[in-house]
């Protein structure tokens, strides 16, 4: 049956949908991280600015000339060392302002993708959970269609075992009425021998009373099998109206179901450029949402899947109406056979079944069973 493959393609998108909430709440978290640690590089940053144990908040000591000549020379050594230090720190002090301003442009602006990619990202997540909230419904709704095949299957099994009965019955009247031509056949010759037989007049009316007797009781059986005839053609119809009407509410469910999924398919593979766009303008900030574009591939992937066991689905249930149909066909075929069938040996039929015979087929019904044998290898 095709309806467990269903549900369980049903179960696998939903875990593939959780596998898929997880990942975006990973990624908020990393874009978090990335938020929490851009403000550890500002702070750090404008300490060291703004500290006043940096060489330049110190002033550059200036020793006193009250010294020997001798001492002149370390002295002045020493200051130009102290003053060229001074200028490379105030220097290194400005490369370091500027790089922090760079660093603070490129954070602000990295900051403000990363609110955008969360928005985003958290659109995708309600999205997706509406997503499974229809699916579950939509697997609901199917299991109940499977449900209700089975039991137009279990009807259908029940009518063909009845229409099976019936057609021993038939060939048991069919014998029955064999024998009634023959014996037909009989009070024809006798009845040539008796236009022959002038001087057997006497025995002539009374066979001629028997024959008539005979004609009376045949009117009555015919007048019983027609109406037997009509309660069963009457039966026929209301079986055949109710199962059409079951019939094209399954084909209804199943072209819903399509075109649900059809649905499905357009908007993940809109979700999948857009996240294709969003994996671009983030780079190497956002390396972990590469590989769920390779998880969202395999996605569409058993989407098309799915889809290809719901057509395989759909082509069954056209099997099981061709089925049908030919159930009804071999019926309408019996019922026109039994118009010849004698209603005076009809306990004998009972006695008949015990022996079995095989059902009846209309003409055309081998042609129909290798179609649907071909379709059903396709």
């Given amino acids: 049956m095709s309806a467990p493959l269903l549900i369980d393609d049903l179960s696998a998108l939903k875990r593939e949908n959780k596998e898929f909430q997880k990942a975006l709440t990973k990624a908020v978290t990393n874009l978090k991280d990335l938020s929490h640690y851009s403000e550890y590089i500002h702070r750090p940053l404008e300490e060291a600015k703004d500290s006043p144990s940096l060489p330049h908040r110190h002033p550059i000591p200036v020793r006193d000339g009250g010294r020997s000549r001798d001492g002149d020379q370390p002295l002045t050594i020493q200051m130009k060392a102290a003053q060229a230090m001074h200028e490379e720190y105030e220097a290194l002090i400005a490369d370091l302002s500027s790089e922090v301003r760079q660093l603070r442009i490129e954070l602000s602006r990295r900051e403000a993708s990363a609110a955008k990619d969360a928005t985003t990202i958290a659109n995708l997540s309600t999205q997706l959970s509406a997503s499974t909230s229809e699916i579950q419904a939509r697997s609901s709704a199917l299991s109940e269609c499977m449900d209700r095949i089975q039991d137009l299957e279990t009807t259908v099994a029940s009518q063909t075992r009845a229409i099976l009965t019936k057609e021993t019955e038939r060939k048991q009247l069919d014998a029955d009425a064999v024998d009634m031509r023959r014996q037909l056949r009989a009070a024809d010759t006798s009845a040539q021998e008796l236009t022959m037989l002038q001087a057997s007049l006497d025995q002539e009316r009374t066979t001629r ?76 900030a956002v390396l972990d949402l590469q590989q769920e574009k390779t998880q969202w591939q395999a996605q569409v992937d058993r989407f098309h899947k799915a889809l290809r066991s719901a057509t395989t689905a759909d082509d069954r249930i056209h099997v099981e109406r061709v089925a049908c149909k030919r159930m009804v066909q071999r019926f309408i075929y019996c019922t026109n056979c039994s118009l010849l069938e004698g209603p005076r040996l009809v306990g004998r039929s009972q006695d008949g079944r015990r022996g079995g015979c095989r059902a009846m087929s209309p003409p055309g019904e081998g042609a129909e069973r290798s179609a649907d044998r071909t379709r059903l290898g396709r």
């Avoid at 209301?238 to 398919?265: F, I, P």
């Fill in 209 to 284: 009373k028997k024959a008539e007797k005979r004609v009376v009781d045949l009117d009555a059986k015919v007048k019983v099998l027609h109406g037997q005839c009509a309660v069963l053609e009457q039966m026929h119809a209301t079986v055949d109206a109710q199962h059409r009407k079951d019939m094209q509410l399954v084909v209804e469910q199943l072209d819903e179901a399509k075109s649900m999924l059809g649905r499905v398919q357009v908007d993940m593979s809109d979700r999948i450029a857009r996240r294709d766009t969003r994996i671009s303008r983030l780079k190497v």
